[in-house]
Nanobody
Framework: QVQLVESGGGLVQAGGSLRLSCAAS????????MGWFRQAPGKEREFVAAISWNGGSKNYANAVKGRFTISRDNAKNTVYLQMNSLKPEDTAVYYC????????????????????WGQGTQVTVSS
């Protein structure tokens, strides 16, 4: 079981950057795909990015491709989301999640295979 704590959110102007961090505790971090998701008011939680357990495979939502970069440091049990060229539509609570099954890649099916959600971190982009 993995416990997750997100940090790094804040208020930023359009075009700015933020770096989110997700610190994990638990023995299984280095064996699971990690994902970043976001949820805007009144909307469902949506996929943003995922990275495989060894960092060799990365996936991005079309809305963030070319602007966001996911990375991980297994020695520090941390996954990151570098967000550049932020837009007002990026405003949401950002969550990290751990894949429920070790050594499984993200399969394009959103949140269904992810769990151990953290409390989230608010990102607000002003225009």
């Amino acid at each position: 079981q993995v416990q997750l704590v997100e940090s790094g959110g804040g208020l930023v102007q359009a075009g700015g950057s933020l770096r989110l961090s997700c610190a994990a505790s638990g023995r299984t971090f280095s064996s699971v795909t990690m994902g970043w998701f976001r949820q805007a008011p009144g909307k469902e939680r949506e996929f943003v990015a995922a990275i495989s357990w060894n960092g060799g495979s990365k996936n991005y939502a079309n809305a963030v491709k070319g602007r966001f970069t996911i990375s991980r440091d297994n020695a520090k049990n941390t996954v990151y989301l570098q967000m550049n060229s932020l837009k007002p539509e990026d405003t949401a609570v950002y969550y990290c999640g751990a894949h429920r099954i070790p050594f499984h890649y993200y399969s394009g099916d959103g949140t269904i295979n992810f769990g151990s959600w953290g409390q989230g971190t608010q990102v607000t982009v002003s225009s």
